[in-house]
């Protein structure tokens, strides 16, 4: 019988592994963290942060730091402050965080690559942990207390309180809003350290090319209370070529193809728009955009230039793609600007100047063609793309799967041999009682009598 129960045992946990998901205060040297688990995190002292693999998309993690509270659900408006691999996302079976015991903090994507990892390492008689502090500062330390690795020190697009910034550590903008991966661009050399209390967080992130200071008062929604440039449509190739930015309080900014031009990619605004028409043909006309401006990119500069004048050497040059022809209040004339690229533009009420597009006489420009095709900086949820990557498949191992079908047999046939001998046991016993019963009969020879009644 003990044999069989340990069998039985050894075909449970091959089969079935069991999984466990809780919350730590720290990560042990020798343990791990896997997205298989959700909810598997590390969580701050005070329930403030929280670290763990957060999902980027379809079956694509990345580990990170958020926000706890407001409360989220992983994938969902959750505040992520740090990130270790948000350009090498990992895959959501087999992957995991560990902490090894040399002390280096690795983590692999699908049990097969390494896609990041501290390089640290600990003497053989200290022991490691990782942990989230209050401050959102996850950190490696040894059991000498001396910190080994810290996200602190490598921000990505985020500055929490007491976080330094230098030009050793800059912070790198996203792709855009919901989009995590690097963008293009990073903050200068300079060191900033904030000193504010929990009540009020103070959160500076580099959004697609600008500075912003959020503050959080309670467990509300971040409002912004701070920017670097009060006008984000300047920033350099915030939409891309050939599209305009405008800026609102109320919905923020906007990027718009111009008449006669589609977007590349529905996704990211980066990449700008493309010409609906034939780069190649001979004759030319001119559509204007009122109050708008395309700032860099000019090839030819024309000052005191009449509009007819500014015009026909555009048509007669290949290289231009339109001019801007703006007045000058300090010299009292008007001003050419041949452009080799439309990039960079804007449309404001208060400019004085306007922006005449190239394009060919042959195209037609229905009334659907006039408008603009207005887009928020916000992306679709259903836009995610499949990443690339190729996985060895998993080789079996034959000798496990061997003994896993050996003990499942030979356990089978045990319990049927059991059956069998239990059955056979209970027959002999029933032909014992009946043996017995018939010996007392006969050895005691009793009748069975009944008396009647006198009448």
Request: aromatic share 12%; hydrophobic share 35%.
């Given at each position: ?18 999984r ?14 896997s997205p298989?688990n959700?909810?598997?995190?590390i ?5 403030i ?27 969902h ?8 691999n ?18 280096n ?14 390089g ?8 490691t942990?990782l ?42 903008s ?5 989009k ?33 200071g ?8 971040w ?9 984000p449509?300047?920033?350099?190739g915030?939409?891309g070529?050939?599209?305009v930015?405008?800026y ?7 990027c718009?193809c ?19 028409f ?18 860099g ?17 555009c ?6 793609k339109?001019?801007q022809?703006k ?15 439309l ?8 400019f ?23 887009e ?5 949820e ?25 003990a499942?047999?030979?356990?089978g046939?045990?319990?049927?041999s ?22 007392v ?15």
């Amino acid at each position: 019988m003990g044999s069989l129960y340990l069998l039985l045992a050894l075909s449970l946990m091959l089969l079935a592994p069991l999984r466990s998901s809780a919350v730590h205060p720290k990560l042990n040297q020798g343990s791990h963290l896997s997205p298989d688990n959700p909810s598997d995190v590390i969580v701050s002292p005070g329930g403030i942060f929280s670290a763990g693999f957060y999902p980027l998309g379809l079956n694509a993690y990345a580990f990170a730091v958020w926000f706890s509270k407001p409360t989220c659900c992983l994938g969902h408006n959750c505040t992520l402050v740090w990130m270790a691999n948000r350009d090498h996302p990992v895959n959501g079976k087999r992957s995991k965080l560990l902490l090894k015991e040399t002390g280096n903090l690795v983590l692999t994507d699908a049990a097969q690559y390494n896609v990041w990892a501290t390089g640290t390492a600990t003497k053989s008689n200290l022991t490691t942990y990782l942990q989230l502090a209050d401050s959102g500062n996850l950190f490696l330390r040894d059991s000498e207390g001396t910190i080994l690795w810290q996200s602190f020190d490598s921000p990505t697009d985020t500055l929490l309180p007491q976080q330094p910034l230098s030009k050793f550590t800059p912070l790198v903008s996203s792709r855009g809003k919901g989009k995590y991966s690097s963008g293009f661009y990073s903050s200068s050399s300079m060191m900033i350290m904030f000193s504010v209390s929990f009540l009020m967080v103070m959160k500076l992130q580099v959004f697609i090319g600008l500075i912003r200071g959020f503050r959080r008062e309670g467990n509300e929604t971040w409002v912004v209370s701070w920017q670097a440039m009060s006008q984000p449509c300047m920033i350099h190739g915030v939409c891309g070529e050939n599209s305009v930015c405008s800026y609102a309080t109320n919905t923020g900014r906007t990027c718009s193809c111009l008449q006669v031009y589609k977007q590349k990619n529905p996704t990211d605004w980066s990449y700008g728009c493309e010409p609906e028409f034939d780069k190649n043909a001979k004759d030319f006309t001119f559509i204007p955009l009122l109050n708008a401006e395309f700032y860099g990119d000019d090839f030819h500069y024309f000052p005191n230039k009449t509009f007819k004048e500014c015009e026909t050497e555009c048509l007669q040059s290949v290289k231009c793609k339109g001019f801007q022809y703006k007045f000058s209040d300090s010299d009292g004339f008007y001003d050419c600007f041949h452009k080799a690229l439309l990039r960079n533009g804007h449309q404001t009420p208060n400019f004085n100047g306007d922006i005449y597009i190239k394009l060919p006489k042959s195209y037609n420009i229905s009334d659907t063609k006039k408008k603009h095709f207005n887009e928020i900086l916000d992306c679709p949820e259903s836009n995610t793309f499949l990443l690339e990557r190729s996985y060895a498949k998993r080789q079996e191992n034959g000798i496990v799967k061997f003994m896993l079908w050996f003990a499942s047999i030979l356990g089978g046939i045990e319990i049927i041999s059991i059956l069998l001998v239990w059955l056979l046991l209970y027959r002999v016993s029933q032909d014992k009682n009946v043996a017995k019963e018939g010996y007392v009969s006969a050895a005691t020879g009793f009748k069975r009598f009944r008396f009647l009644p006198k009448a």
